[in-house]
Structures are given as structure tokens and as C-alpha cells.
């Protein structure tokens, strides 16, 4: 596509359920980032894949979270029993991932909102 | 780590003045420095970027940005803002950690609000 979808774009859910997040990045992108914003706050960097392969996993908050990448499109952020505090906006960004990849230029997806109740 | 500092979370200023949006890092390590605006009901996108040479770089809006290395500084600025730059702007930093990761902070955001 044109540029990141994410999906959903919101979703509400109860404690303790399990949640799953999907980014498509834009074709070609190599790499690709998760992020968390909660509200009044900055961008919390969690996950960065480069290709399918996650080098560091450190960001994650806790291993309620997990992520994964099918080769060098689609990725999901999983949520295991969700807890009020993990209410945010997460967003998925990609890049060309050349060498170097931190001159890469991200391009951000609209974001899900993601509300425990 | 990095960490990078947006003193202000708020900056009203009146259409045509000039406006400052500061940002500092913590550490003059190799850095590649970056602002991102997010316009009301919109992604972020990227306004600008330093990766080398020039110290001063510019967006195609009227925005630029100089990167201070002595002061750990890449302060925005706009010379005359329009309505339109009311918007949020993010600044942030891509690094190599010691484990050889790339790693990217950025910092809390400033919301810039241009009175007519």
C-alpha cells in the first residue's frame, strides 16, 4: 500500500484478556518499529525488527508483550493478560532499513488506541 | 542511554511571530538527530532530519533546525508561522548502543499553538 496500515485503529478490551496488534508496513521496508504513547507523553520506543529478525527485544515493557515479523511484511504486537495500565496509543513505523539504518527516515502508521477496562 | 529533553510542552505564539521549539540530548555520542510534526487528527511525519555535514538543515515549510554539538542541542525554529503549523513536533534521536543496537528516543513533544 501507499503507506503503514495498522488494525484495528481502536480497541477496547477487558483486564486480563489477551490482545493482538497487526502493522503493515510500506512495501520494501525493511525495518520496521513498534512504539507506545500513553497519554500526555512521549513515544516509548518497544520493538525494532530488521527483516524478520528482532536483534533487541530490551524495550518491551514486560513479557506480557511479545512481537513478531512474517518475513518482511506484517507484524504483530501481542498483548497477554492486559492490565489497565498498558492503555495507549501504539504505533507502527517502517523504514528502507539501509545500512546505517539509523539515518532512516520512519514512517509512521495512524496508530491503534488501545483501551483496558 | 539517551535520553532527550523538550523543556516546553506548550507553545502559544501569534501568526507571523517567530518561534523557538527546543530540544537537547543527553550525550554527544554519534547521533542522528530528527523532528517529526503531528498535525491535529494525523500520523507523524518526519519535518526534518540531521545526519551530517551542514550543521543547519532546512524543511520544505519555512522550519530548520541546527545541530550543536557542544551544547547537545537541535533546536526548531520558524522565523514567521502560519496557522497551519499548529501541530505537535517531536524530537528525536536514532544511536547505537554498546551492544551495537540501534535504538531511537525521542522525546515528550511540544504542542505548538499559532494564535491568529
Redesign the interface.
Known sequence: GAG?SQSPSNKVTEKGKDVELRCDPISGHTAL?W?RQRLG?????LI?FQGNSA??KSGLPSDRFSAERTGESVSTLTIQRTQQEDSAVY?C?SSLGLAG???????????TRLTVL | AQSVTQLDSQVPVFEEAPVELRCNYSSSVSVYLFWYVQYPNQGLQLLLKYLSGSTLVKSINGFEAEFNKSQTSFHLRKPSVHISDTAEYFCAVNWKSSGGYQKVTFGTGTKLQVIP
Not at chain 1, 41 to 45: M, P, S, T
Not at chain 1, 101 to 111: A, E, I, K, R
Open positions: 503503514v518499529y512504539y507523553q512521549g513515544l516509548e520506543f525494532y536483534p533487541d504505533l513505523a539504518v539509523g539515518t532512516d527516515t520512519q514512517y509512521f502508521g495512524p496508530g
